[in-house]
Structure formats: structure tokens, C-alpha cells
């Protein structure tokens, strides 16, 4: 629906009046426009496409304030003046709802979803109730008594509204001054009052999302490549960033593939998370749990794996897009299997992965393995000592480790994409038995205030990283946890595990990095100077994206994990960038990593002391290996991509009725025809109406 042609002849006769001083306040005065809005955005896969958009121009809608579920009728079927924008609250933002405006989307040009400042108490996870199903190992083929879930769903309050596709924008604002703009505009003019209809003009709003991609990657990836121009225009980009690893110890990054006398433990964890909408994704148990974990686990091992180093060597990863069918972990699989990693899959010993393990009222963690694998009495053995191992290191700690007392299948995790190469032994760590105790499971509202990560009001940024949650002690205990369990995993002497003990200062330093403000002075010494700019006021955002230079989690956990594991080395910065740059045979530049961080500056000082930081910290590429063998419509790997898009843009203004449109649109071409008309007899007549009587020319003068 295109604006109101009585607001754009408005419009374009204030501009012309005004010859162009005037027309910017005169929009200002037509459009508020809202400031903070998060779109759905459309995605594709081999089959299919998900998401919401909107026509070319956007979509426009009379308001309509969704009040019940009872309320529908209103828009699908009463309201004299469709096609309807809808504005929810959250509680009624709900697959049942959804379902019912999708259904009846000729009356709906959009809906808007007002994000609570507390969480819903009921819990919310617009994912799939069987996440990352036929992506990983479990399939007809490996057992299908484990395929789809059938033995266990782990994620039973997922509505899978994430993965429907609307033909209408769909869009969430913060409930602050927009959305108090938008309520007042609609009390004012779209009320019903005692049953009667509202009276023109009306409170509607526009929502602009249109998305290049359409139909499934396949067709978007062919739309790619034809090249009509020297600069063609995509449509959509392959989802993807890099994967974060670091070694206990150096590891010749130069030589890909098998090396002789290499025997790896992974401890892994994941660094994505998504909800329905773009750009919030706060992940703080899904996701940030893991992270904090397994960094602050490899910060308390620095020093052991150093004074005695353990006969195998830990290798720490942080996989990227592992929502989205397992980029991550398949890419890094995928390498090892074609020589184009340090290691292959021969090296590695053993998997533990780091899952969710924020701990609410239990204490409990729950050790997941996979039951096909361990009818290898190899693989068993090994597994059933990873699992000792864990429950030996919990003793002394506040926190327990069990076993399912069922045979079930793993949950989501990346060890499902070794185990489809090959059988080895691993476990998970999360925190629950046989389905996620995470209620906001992949959504907006997995955030802080659900991990209990909290501070008391009127505190300062640096009186806050100086607090305790309750989280940090217990993520710091199941950080201890891991750390010994992996020291013992990797051939350490137990004697060493008294010493190895996780630091409540770093936990919480990282927590309120990743779930409160990532614009913080103790991250500030830990990144470059060309980052800080990146540091925002407000959690991180965990969506994978795009491939990109500076993605914030990936550059953060590069950044954390290389001081976490590194060490600081007296040169100078232009010392620092060659030691990085240089390409010469010198065998230690293969085995190591420099970075220059601005460092902290010093009281009643403004000058930063940086430094050099030396670690095994490296970059792997995250992104499907279905894109780089051009196979679009593989089920062996992700084959995700996020459509290109228009600007994305949302205003309120007053419409009025269809039969003033209509009146003044007939007045302006019988005002433009008669002047037309009028224009053609004047210039026709020209030379009766303005010629002037000739003079004598015996005249005088």
C-alpha cells in the first residue's frame, strides 16, 4: 500500500512553496520516525526460505493494539479499515497468535512486538523443539531409534516460530518514548470508543524491510552470479565467520594435517546464538555460559600447563554458527579431513564440550555421551575415564556431576560433527538431564537477567566489575571443574589439580563484558586501539551474520582467550606488528601469534601503556564447505544465507479516509487539467489578448 496521495501532493506542494527550505520540517511534522527497531529478517536453506519482509516501499497499516487472543477477530475480519499494523505485547506474542495473522495476512501489513523489561515468567524459545535435527550425527543411518529426537526433546517449548516464513514485516521496539509515541497516537485517534468505529484521520505506521533473496539458496546463490555489470548487486550473503583455537602448547600453524607424536584433547564450546529477530541475540545461557567457562577454565590451566605441561596437548575451540546446522565445527572437520588444519582427526585424543551450565536452583551437572560410539570398547574406555575424571575433579567443589541413568543420544553440541567422521570419545557438560532447563532457549530473553547476572541500582561500571553475582561463583566453581578434569584428561599429574583453581575476578569481568556493557575499562586493555570504536554500551550481540573483519564475539573471545593463555612480551608496538607480519623461516613465528593491546593507563595519567601479547591464540574460517564445493542443495552441510536488504526503517503518521484520498486526488487533476485547459486557450489566443494598438506613423514627438 503506497502513501496517501493526498500526503504526497501535500507534501510536494510545501516543497515546491518552499523551494526546498522548507521540506525537511514539513516531513518532520507529516512522519515520526521510530529509532530503535529490531526486524526479522529473511534467511534461506537448500529447501526453503524463513522470515518476514516487506514490499519494495514498505508495508503501511492502520494501528491496531492487540489486547487478547479474542481481540483477532477485529483484524481478520470486522475492522472497517484494513490491511492492519498490529501492536503486541510480548505475552501475546505467541505461535498461536502468529499463526492466525499469517494466515489472514491480507489484513495484516505487519506486526509490532513490544520487548518487555522483564522477562515472561512461562519462558519462550521460538526455536525447534529438536534443534539442529538431521544436521548432526544422529540420523536413520547411525540409529534411528536416536534420529529427530526420538528418544529425547531437548528443547520442548520450542514453537519453531523462527523458522516460518511471514509475507509481512514483523518488527520489535524497546518499550521506551516510541513506543509510548505509537500507544498515544493510537489512544488518540484509533480507539474504539463505546463500541463505535474510530473516525478518520488515523494513526498508522509504516514498516520498511524488503529483502533481495527469495525462494532457497540454491536460487539466490545463481542470482549471485550472474553479472550483468562490472559491480552486480547480491542478494544474499552465506552465513559464516571464524572459528577461535589456541594449543596449551606452540604447534607449527605452517604444516597442515597429521603430525606424528600430536595427541590433542579438544575442549570446545559454541560462540552463537540467534532469536527472531536481527541484532538481539544476548545468548547468556546458551551461549555466554559456555564461553566464560571454558576461557576462565583455560586461564586457570596457563600457569600448570606451563610448570608441568601434561603428555597431550589441549587444544581450546570456539565454534562459530553452530546454530545454523554446525558451520563451525563441520568447517573445522572438513579441514582436518583435507590437510588444511594443523591437525586431522587422528590427532585428537578426546572431545569435552562446554554446553549450557548456568546453574539456577540445582547444582547439578549432567555428563552426555553418545551411546552408538561407546559399543567400541576403546572409545568406552576412554570415556567412561573422561567421566571419572569429571566427577574426581568435581570433589571439593560446590557443584556435582552425574550421568543420565538412560541411554539417550548427545544434545545439540559440536562433538556430534566429529562423531560423523569418526568414533571419539567425548562428553558434553550442560545442565540439564534430558531437556534443556534453559525456558528462553535461543531467544530475546536469554539474557542477563535470567542468568541472574545483576548489580545493585546507582552502582558505576567499574563499582559493577568489582561485584559478585551469584552466577560468577558457580560458573567459577564449573570453571575449576573443567579446568582439572581437562588437566587429568590431557595426562597431567593429579598432584598438580590443588593448584588449578578458576578466578572469580575473570569470571565476572567476561560475564559483564559479554551480558552488560562490552564498553568496559578491563576490556578496554584487552583489544587493539582500532577495536575500541566496536566496544558498545549494551550486551553482545551472538548472532553469527555475515563474514566480516570485526565481528564482536569472535573479536572479543580472540582478545580474552589470547590474554587468558598468553603471555606479555617486552618489545615495542612497531616490534610487536613485524614479529605478526613477517613472513622469514624463523620456526618461532610459525608457533605463535602477536597482538598489540592498548593497555591500561596509569593514574592521574590519559597516555595507555599497551603491550605485545604472545599466545597460540588463531583464526580458522567458519563458513560451510557446502559453499566452497558450489553445493547448494547438499543435506551434508549448512547451507544457510542471509538475504541482502533494503534500509530498514519504521514511522507513525495520520491517515486520512479513502474518500478524502479520493476527493483530493480528483481535485488536484481537475485543478491540473482546467489549468491545462486554460494554459492552451491563453497561449492560444496570445496575440488578441496581449497585442497592443499600432500607432499612426505620421506620429510625432
Known amino acids: 500500500m503506497a502513501l496517501p496521495p493526498s500526503q504526497w501532493i501535500i507534501k510536494l506542494a510545501a516543497c515546491l512553496f518552499f523551494t526546498g527550505v522548507g521540506c525537511n520540517s514539513v516531513e518532520k511534522k507529516i512522519y515520526v520516525h521510530l529509532n ?58 505467541t505461535r498461536s497468535i502468529m499463526m492466525k495473522l499469517k494466515e489472514g495476512s491480507g489484513r495484516v501489513a505487519g506486526v509490532v512486538v513490544v520487548a518487555p523489561n522483564t522477562n515472561p515468567p512461562e519462558g519462550f524459545s521460538p526455536h525447534t523443539a529438536c534443534p539442529n535435527d538431521n544436521s548432526g550425527v544422529y540420523t536413520e543411518n547411525y540409529d534411528p531409534t536416536l534420529a529427530h529426537c526420538n528418544a529425547t526433546v531437548w528443547n520442548p517449548l520450542g514453537n519453531g516460530l523462527a523458522y516460518e516464513e511471514f509475507d509481512f514485516p514483523i518488527f520489535s521496539v524497546k518499550d521506551d518514548n516510541d513506543t509510548r509515541v505509537i500507544r498515544q497516537c493510537y489512544q488518540d485517534h484509533n480507539r474504539r470508543v463505546n463500541g463505535s468505529n474510530p473516525q478518520f484521520p488515523l494513526c498508522a505506521m509504516q514498516l520498511r524491510s524488503s529483502m533481495s533473496a527469495v525462494t532457497n539458496t540454491a536460487t539466490c546463490k545463481r542470482r549471485n552470479d550472474i553479472n550483468f555489470s562490472l559491480t552486480p548487486d547480491r542478494v544474499c550473503d552465506e552465513l559464516g565467520d571464524f572459528n577461535i583455537w589456541a594449543s596449551s602448547r606452540p604447534m607449527n600453524t605452517t604444516t597442515k594435517g597429521h603430525k606424528e607424536f600430536e595427541s590433542v584433547v579438544i575442549a570446545a564450546a559454541r560462540m552463537d546464538s540467534r532469536s527472531f529477530f536481527f541484532d538481539i541475540a544476548p545468548g547468556a545461557e546458551s551461549t555466554a555460559s559456555g564461553i566464560v567457562t571454558l576461557l576462565a577454565a583455560a586461564h586457570a590451566l596457563r600457569r600448570a600447563t606451563q610448570e608441568a605441561p601434561p603428555n597431550r596437548t589441549i587444544l581450546y575451540t570456539f565454534f562459530q554458527g553452530e546454530t545454523f546446522d554446525y558451520i563451525g565445527s563441520s568447517r573445522m572437520v572438513y579441514d582436518m579431513e583435507n590437510n588444511q588444519f594443523p591437525l586431522d582427526l587422528d590427532n585428537i585424543h578426546s572431545v569435552l564440550e562446554v554446553s549450557q551450565v548456568g546453574l539456577h536452583s540445582d547444582s547439578k551437572l549432567w555428563l552426555h555421551s553418545d551411546p552408538v560410539s561407546r559399543k567400541n570398547s576403546s572409545v568406552k574406555e576412554e570415556v567412561e575415564k573422561l567421566v571419572n575424571g569429571l566427577k574426581s575433579a568435581s570433589a571439593g567443589l560446590n557443584v556435582s556431576v552425574d550421568e543420565p541413568d538412560v541411554s539417550q543420544p548427545l544434545p545439540p553440541s559440536s562433538f556430534q560433527r566429529f562423531l560423523l567422521a569418526r568414533p571419539i570419545p ?30 545493585p541500582e546507582n552502582m558505576t561500571s567499574e563499582e559493577q566489575l568489582e561485584h559478585f553475582p551469584e552466577t560468577v561463583k ?78 564482536e564475539p569472535t573479536t572479543l573471545v580472540q582478545y580474552m582467550l589470547a590474554n587468558m593463555t598468553g603471555s ?10 613485524k614479529q605478526r607480519e613477517d613472513k622469514d623461516d624463523d620456526q618461532s613465528k610459525h608457533l605463535y601469534t602477536y597482538m598489540w593491546v592498548q593497555g591500561a593507563a596509569p593514574p592521574n595519567s590519559t597516555e595507555r601503556e599497551g603491550f605485545c601479547v604472545r599466545s597460540t591464540v588463531h583464526r580458522s574460517i567458519a563458513v560451510s564447505p557446502a559453499f566452497e564445493l558450489h553445493e547448494y542443495t547438499t543435506s551434508n552441510y549448512s547451507t544457510w544465507t542471509e ?32 489549468s491545462l485547459v486554460l494554459t492552451y486557450v491563453i497561449s492560444s489566443k496570445a496575440d488578441i489578448l496581449f497585442s497592443s494598438g499600432r500607432e499612426p506613423t505620421s506620429a510625432t514627438y
Open 474 to 551: 558457580t560458573l567459577t566453581e564449573v570453571a575449576t571443574l573443567v579446568a582439572r578434569a581437562l588437566y587429568v584428561q590431557a595426562g597431567g599429574n593429579e598432584t598438580q589439580l590443588a593448584n588449578i583453581t578458576a578466578d572469580p575476578q575473570i569470571v565476572n569481568q567476561m560475564l559483564y563484558s559479554f551480558l552488560v556493557r562490552a564498553n568496559n575499562s578491563w576490556l578496554q586493555q584487552l583489544v587493539p586501539t582500532d577495536f575500541t570504536n566496536h566496544l558498545a554500551d549494551r550486551p553482545t550481540n551472538f548472532y553469527v551474520g555475515v563474514i566480516q573483519y570485526f565481528s
Open 643 to 674: 538475504s541482502v536488504w533494503k534500509p530498514i526503517t519504521g514511522r507513525i503518521f495520520l491517515v486520512a479516509s479513502h474518500d478524502l484520498e479520493m476527493l483530493t486526488l480528483g481535485v488536484g487533476i481537475t485543478v491540473l487539467l482546467t
Open 36 to 93: 530503535y527497531t529490531f526486524p526479522c529478517v529473511r534467511l534461506l536453506n537448500a529447501t526453503h526460505q524463513i522470515g518476514c519482509q516487506s514490499s519494495l516501499s514498505g508495508n503501511v497499516g492502520v494501528l491496531h493494539e492487540l489486547e487478547s487472543e479474542e481481540n483477532l477477530d477485529w483484524v481478520l475480519t470486522s475492522g472497517p479499515n484494513p490491511p492492519y499494523m498490529v501492536i503486541l505485547e510480548s505475552r501475546l506474542f
Open 568 to 577: 606479555v612480551v617486552n618489545v615495542t608496538q612497531e616490534d610487536c606488528q
Open 426 to 455: 567425548g562428553v558434553v557438560i550442560g545442565n540439564y538431564r534430558s531437556s534443556f532447563t534453559n525456558r528462553y532457549y535461543e531467544s530475546m530473553y536469554d539474557n542477563a537477567e535470567y542468568l541472574n547476572v545483576s548489580y
